[in-house]
């Protein structure tokens, strides 16, 4: 049907250029070592679901071990998104076997590492996913990958990515968000506003002020007024000075997505559901 983002999707190409990695291109398939053993080949690993590649500058250095950290504490909560998660630094698999024991020591909650690291001690991978260059990280004594974040779809198309540099340490909460907000916009013809959920939490509607579009996505361009009415007969335009009729919100519940805490009962927001 013509709610599907498949439009939306199509205007970002499959391959680049110039060989650089871009949103919506197929990433680079790879085999490598890991924590957990021999992994022949991501994109068999990740098949048919979401994945989330982490990336880190180096082991035994002390953000990447509160990033690997939290992330472990985030674990659970993206198996039950249905993604996957594998992390990544140019240190063999040894070093990362030996420096977890630090990683779990150090994290004031009881964790346990679910997720494969990668050992990519050749630089291949950060290579090819642009997190080195390979023209001067041969020169370099500490060769570091940027702290990098891909999230991947289940056609292996790149969704997603977040770059930091080593001195500053990632959200784990927003990479979650992330997640959230791209499976809720892979099957639905949906874009998430800003500081989503937690946007639009009072909108006017027929004159008057209400409350209960809070955590509300937003409507695609791609999707025609027709089909904005035949599929989404609840959804509100934002009435604006221009008059275009553009910013058109739906309730989260109504593309699958979840309620607002804020709009559950007291009971249910502690419990959960």
Known sequence: IACRPDAYMGLYPEKSTDAGLRLGN???????????????????????KFAILFSHPADFTPVCTTEIGRLALKYDELTKLDC??????????KSHEEWLRDVVAHCDNKIEIKFPIIGDADRSISTAYGMID????????LPLTIRAVFIINPENKLMLTLNYPACVGRNMDEIVRCVKALKLSYGKSIATPANWPNNHAEVTKDGKTVTDYKGSVFLLPTVTKEDAEKYYPGYLSCDVPSKIDYLRLVKAEEVGGEKPAAEKGFISSILGY
């Open 84 to 93: 996957l998660v594998a992390t990544l630094s140019v240190d063999p698999v």
């Open 134 to 141: 390979p023209g001067t990280s041969s020169e370099q004594s």
């Open 26 to 48: 197929i990433v680079p398939d790879f085999t490598a070592e890991t924590t957990q053993g021999k992994m022949d080949s991501f994109h068999k690993w990740k098949e048919g």
